[in-house]
């Protein structure tokens, strides 16, 4: 069973940055779509990046439009790890990350979930 774990999380002010990572387990996490989402106080948990193979060794990232051109998905199969680099953060970057890992067309996991905190 693949647990996805996260850190990174924190409090930063607004304009600064942050790397979240989730570290996977699984003989074939290469192959993994990694997902990171997230859910700030009183909303609904909402998609921030993605991550998952295309061909070869290329890799497809796609981002929510909110995020976009402020943060990073990136992986490193050595270390079973997918990153989030966090940058120009702003206030309303404030909630829970959460991990998501699909190994399969039916096996998906999610992590517990990191804080982010941006202060004005």
């Known amino acids: 069973q693949v647990q996805p774990v996260e850190s990174g999380g924190g409090l930063v002010q607004a304009g600064g940055s942050l790397r979240l990572s989730c570290a996977a387990s699984g003989r074939t996490f290469s192959s993994y779509a990694m997902r990171w989402f997230r859910q700030a106080p009183g909303k609904g948990r909402e998609f921030v990046a993605g991550?998952?193979?295309?061909?070869?060794?290329?890799?497809?990232?796609e981002y929510a439009d909110s995020v976009r051109g402020r943060f990073t998905i990136s992986r490193d199969n050595a270390k079973n790890t997918v990153y989030l680099q966090m940058n120009s953060l702003k206030p309303e970057d404030t909630a829970v990350y959460y991990c998501?890992?699909?190994?399969?067309?039916?096996?998906?996991?999610w992590g517990r979930g990191t804080q982010v905190t941006v202060s004005s």
């Open positions: 991550h998952r193979w295309s061909s070869g060794s290329v890799y497809y990232a």
């Open positions: 998501n890992v699909r190994a399969t067309q039916t096996a998906e996991y």
